[in-house]
């Protein structure tokens, strides 16, 4: 196998192509000439052909050389670029971040967030990732995303979480619901009512969470419907077909054919969390500019205001 030419020996040919004189090329390098000249040789030795016609003052390139120095010169262009590129990203200008996030995210805690840090980290792609809660550790692991945004996500072996909104759990209702003109619901009082919930597997925290408030609240709800989205589980309540429970954020985005009711009880009983999610260790500089930014919203917006 052929030995492979060292990049430096590249620029020195570079260099002597440009200067067309050993001694002017060995002087801006800061090398002896022969060191010069030996160099020169080892690139043609491991080429196989001569690179500079040596009978001519000054040296000239042969049609090999003059190839090589076309494709050499590109390649120490292109070098220099990635460099500046590395040197930014160590810097946290550019590079990529990958987030994860909860759908009830999007309503306004993450909007406002993804702006900012992209007027103030252009370069810096951002891929944003919908991922169910109970998805997001896995995908942390696996390197998918470096950060996620997940509601009451419980255990997260091996991750650390990070509280950035408290948000109260309100019930939606039609406009011509019989409770629609009371200021605040207790449980207890759906007991009788059908609920559109989103569908529950084993591992799914925010229909589990729901049943079991409603198991502590003494009953066990009716599911009239299952809704994947939040839109759709809003539509069919609009429609007439249950009620649901979901986010004040969500509550805020407001429908003519819908209201929403607060819960009475012991607030943190019906209260959400929005938890960040990362891997342990060291942070590199755009999620550690991220989880600033989260943490100042955090600071602004730690319990949304009255629906």
Same mark, same amino acid.
């Given at each position: ?27 801006? $390098? @800061?090398?002896?000439? &022969? ?24 040296? =000239? ?28 990203? @160590?810097? @946290?200008? =550019? ?15 993450? &909007? ?6 992209? %007027? ?16 997001? *550790? ?12 997940? =509601?009451?996500?419980?255990?997260? *072996?091996? #991750?650390?979480?990070?509280?950035? #909104? ?7 209702? *039609? ?26 597997? &084993? ?7 729901? %049943? /079991?408030?409603? =198991? ?31 986010? /004040?954020?969500? /509550? ?24 960040? %999610? ?10 550690? /500019? $991220? ?12 319990? *949304?205001?009255?629906?």
């Amino acid at each position: 196998m052929p030995k492979r030419i060292a990049f430096r020996h590249l620029e020195a040919f570079l260099i002597l192509a440009r200067e067309g004189n050993v001694s002017r090329a060995a002087e801006l $390098m @800061g090398i002896a000439q &022969p060191a010069l000249s030996q160099q020169i040789q080892l690139i043609e030795t491991r080429i196989g052909t001569p690179l500079f016609e040596r009978n001519t003052r000054p040296l =000239r390139l042969t049609d090999a050389g003059r190839y090589l120095h076309a494709e050499a010169a590109s390649l120490v262009d292109r070098f220099e670029a990635v460099v500046a590129e590395v040197r930014q990203i @160590g810097q @946290g200008k =550019r590079g990529w971040l990958g987030i994860g996030f909860t759908r009830s995210a999007m309503y306004e805690f993450l &909007p406002p967030v993804v702006r900012e840090f992209s %007027l103030n980290h252009p370069d810096v792609e951002l891929r944003l990732h919908e991922i169910l809660t109970e998805d997001q *550790p896995d995908a942390l692991r696996a390197g998918t995303i470096h950060l996620g945004l997940s =509601r009451d996500p419980g255990e997260t *072996p091996g #991750l650390l979480q990070e509280a950035l #909104l408290r948000e109260d759990l309100v019930v939606a209702l *039609p406009r011509r619901h019989p409770f629609a003109s009371r200021r605040s619901l207790i449980l207890a009082e759906l007991a009788e009512e059908p609920f559109i919930l989103f569908p529950k597997n &084993p591992v799914a925290r925010f229909p589990s969470r729901i %049943l /079991a408030l409603c =198991r502590e609240a003494g009953f066990t709800p009716v599911v009239a419907q299952e809704a994947f989205e939040i839109q759709t589980a809003l539509g069919l309540v609009a429609a007439g077909l249950g009620l649901t429970l979901v986010t /004040a954020g969500v /509550a805020r985005h407001i429908r003519s054919d819908l209201t929403f009711k607060r819960l009475e009880g012991e607030r943190s009983a019906f209260e959400t969390l929005l938890v960040a %999610l990362y891997r342990p260790g060291p942070r590199d500089l755009p999620l550690e /500019a $991220m989880l600033n930014l989260m943490r100042s919203t955090k600071g602004s917006n730690a319990r *949304p205001s009255s629906i």
